[in-house]
């Protein structure tokens, strides 16, 4: 299929009677934000009464002054009719997204399963498909300063009444067609369902393929069942206390000599690894495994059940609550966020930092961003750094009642909101609170530039608010 070729045409949008919202549903809400951000206007002629001719625009468009819709990708156009006979030709141009761009979102809608194929091939892009492409940030609607407007009238506006009229009238369209949204980015709804389809299909097999060599191979036993069955063979007694850890012994300092080779371990393959960051895992290891022996341990696990709730509760009673989640200490937490918790210990400590920066392949800023989310939190914490996840209505209701208590240091009035995807912006404060997979708000400054986590979360929004200004 030529993409560039395709195109569709969207009939004339019926008139809107009153001052009824052009846009409701998501997609074109969020057509209208990028339409509408001050940030995004061109700076030169005319743009002094970009307002008023917005306003004039959605007056157009609720008249049904906007005539039939061709969208292409890259491209949209319509006649719009003006205060002369003739109506203009007016187009608005978007960038098509670029095709890494549209792998990384389909490979993220393949990974919400098959339902959300069954939602597009209905030309639906509903939460599933919304959620998605938030968590690995591609947004189809474009940024406010990718628009570029070409009217044949004298305005030289950017966007001038009638363009703009033919954008409000697109956001309204989204509201029930989804699928001009992928034209427009480049890729079609057919192309689009039939590239999710093969991506489900292989991943499928893919599942396929490992459920059959872990059938074929050799199995073993949780590590709960194993303490548990050690905890009824000992009787009474239980399991032994856990000693102490035994001190690791200080290397001695060895002259170094040009004609000496360096001090390493050998392999039997043949390769070799260097003592210090060996040194640095078996301690980790160490830690964990006195961690993970403590949980499970605890008096009140008695059975395989209790072992394992025990694992996911937290520290032995007595121990202060360890910020890192029990189930992170577990062999099958992914590479990332085993990098991250350890970077989040290492407490900056730049010689483990940089074999943690080598070793996860990451940017020094994002592994340091990671790691400071991972101190407030763990990996619920981690999770928001993307601002991915999206507060229900009544959160986001009960927030704002929150806040409005607030008090911020040298302000008499409580802070103006904005809300930003899963995140509540405080206006000119350069704080933000965003919302968790736990359902708990995580506060966020800004530093030359970077959002960085910046306090402890709470359920409750002003509280979260005031812990970051108490930890700053």
Known sequence: MNRRATAMTLPAPEPLGGRRELATEWWGERWVDSLEDPDGQAYGYGSSGRNGRLARGRTYARQGSVGEITVR?????????????????????????????????????????????????????????????????????????????????????????????????????????????????????????????????????????????????????????????????????????????????????????????????????????????????????????????????????????DVADAAASGPHQGQAQDATPAPDLFLDASPWHDAVRRAAACDGDPHQFGRLLNSSDQARTGLARAAAAWRHGGEAALATLDGAHIPSPEAETAARHQLRTVRLPERSAPPRIRRTRGRLQLTGEGVELRWGPDERWYPYSKDRGQWWAAGPPAHDAAEALRGTFAAG
């Not at 009238?153 to 989804?178: E, M, N, Q, V």
């Not at 360096?262 to 040194?279: D, H, K, N, Q, Y």
């Not at 980790?284 to 006195?290: I, T, V």
């Open 73 to 305: 990708a890259g491209y949209l156009a319509a006649r719009v009719k003006g205060s002369r006979r003739t109506p203009y030709r007016c187009e608005i141009h978007v960038p098509e997204l670029p095709d890494a761009t549209w792998e990384t979102l389909l490979d993220a809608w393949a990974a919400t399963g098959p339902e959300l194929l069954r939602e597009l091939a209905e030309g639906d892009l509903g939460d599933l498909a919304i959620e998605a492409a938030l968590a690995v940030e591609v947004l189809l609607t474009p940024l406010p300063d990718e628009f570029t407007y070409f009217c044949s009238c004298p305005d030289w506006g950017d966007p001038c009444k009638h363009a703009a009229a033919l954008s409000y009238a697109f956001a309204h369209t989204l509201d029930t067609r989804h699928d001009a949204l992928l034209t427009l980015r480049g890729r079609p709804l057919e192309q689009a369902c039939v590239d999710l389809a093969t991506r489900l299909a292989r991943q499928e097999q893919a599942l396929a393929d490992t459920s059959a060599a872990q059938q074929a191979g050799p199995t073993g036993l949780p590590a709960a069942r194993i303490f548990a069955q050690a905890r009824e063979a000992a009787g009474a007694t239980g399991l032994p206390d856990l000693p102490a850890p035994a001190p690791v012994p200080v290397p001695v300092p060895v002259p170094v000599q040009q004609d000496m080779p360096s001090l390493t371990v050998p392999f039997t393959g043949g390769e070799s690894i260097a003592p210090a960051p060996l040194r640095l895992l078996v301690a980790d290891a160490a830690q964990r495994a006195a961690h993970l022996y403590a949980q499970l341990t605890r008096p009140c696990a008695h059975d395989d059940t």
